[in-house]
């Protein structure tokens, strides 16, 4: 089965889901969506606190999780950048505002089924942003910043769309009182549109912002964080992720299934179950993207990874990571060091093993 899009709304039919998962569900069956590769807004900043047991211990050998998966595979360059080299990144205001919407519907499940409505959640958006704020001041510095060069008139329309004035700009302090405020507007529409696809106070989500990690051939740690996991009465796992980017979807749909299916993988090797459900959530669209894997599909992307997994490593020990010109490079905050626009890499880190940190921030948060 391929992936199916469905317009909002979808809530009344969800049924409450049970606090723990069953094995032996019967997964339905789906057919292989090759993985795409564009940028996504940021999902919540900070994790909750359901971890896979053994998640948080030390881990020598290679390690992935979908972003960097994706890096590697939207640009190797661009991998070494972020994985090798960890050079800073300047978030935009659109992927800021993901980071946002995550925080909110986090906090949204937190209150009794019955108070979760628009005006509830409306009401979480500023606290929410003085608390990722509080807890990473640099976070504000979009609405005060220059905005790095953007090539792709997405990447200018999105920021427009997330701060409702357009791309950044150097402006007053005045100003930027504005944007604010009109940066807090936006995420609040994208709360209207999660509500128009779901109804929270039908919904007891199983985990929230869940780490979740597992080792393929007792060789590669692949882990990543959830943003919802329901689990139904029969055991039935149901994956859910929120999409906030402005940017058109189709662009975003093939590395927004990789995810899913890398987290589908996880959950199938450590619970043994396959998840019957990997939905999607378009809060700007207000649609809804439901795709049903099988068993036979995750063996093969299993190998996938393992593959990826072989490349990266090679490409560690050549030291060989070469740029991969794409639309993506409009979106990308490092053309200054990259030969594609007459930058020059900075010189190969010592050899040192190159890992996963195992935290919230190396994951689909910014990325």
Known sequence: MTAQTVPGPQASTVPPVSPTPQAGSAPETGSAVEAGSAPEAGSAVEAGSALEAGSALPFAGPSLSPSRAADFKTCPLLFRFRTIDKLQEQPSADQVRGTLVHAVLERLFDLPAAERTPTAAAALVEPSWAALVEAEPGLADIFAAVDPPRLDPAALLAEADATGQGALVDVPAADETARLAAFLGSATALLDGYFAVED???????????????????????????????????????????????????????????????????????????????????????????YSPDAE???????????????????????????????????????????????????????????????????????
Do not use: N
């Open 200 to 290: 929270p106070r039908r919904l007891e989500p199983a985990e929230r912002e869940a780490l979740i990690s597992t080792t393929v051939d007792d060789t590669l740690l692949i882990r990543g964080y959830i943003d919802r996991l329901d689990v139904s009465p029969a055991g039935d796992l149901r994956v859910v992720d929120y999409k906030t980017g402005g940017a058109p979807r189709e662009a975003f749909e093939g590395r927004a299934l990789f995810q899913l299916k890398f987290y589908a993988l996880v959950l199938w090797r450590t619970r043994g179950v396959v998840p019957r459900v990997l939905r999607l959530l378009y809060l700007k669209d207000a649609e809804v993207c439901d």
């Open 297 to 367: 599909e995750l063996e093969r992307f299993e190998r996938t990874l393992v593959a990826l997994s072989e490349a990266i490593e090679r490409a560690k020990r050549e030291q060989d990571f070469r740029p991969k010109p794409s639309r993506l490079c409009g979106w990308c905050s490092h053309q200054a060091l990259c030969p594609e626009f007459g930058g020059t890499p900075p010189p190969f880190p010592p050899d040192e093993p190159v890992g996963i940190d195992l935290t919230p921030a190396d994951d689909d948060r910014l990325g």
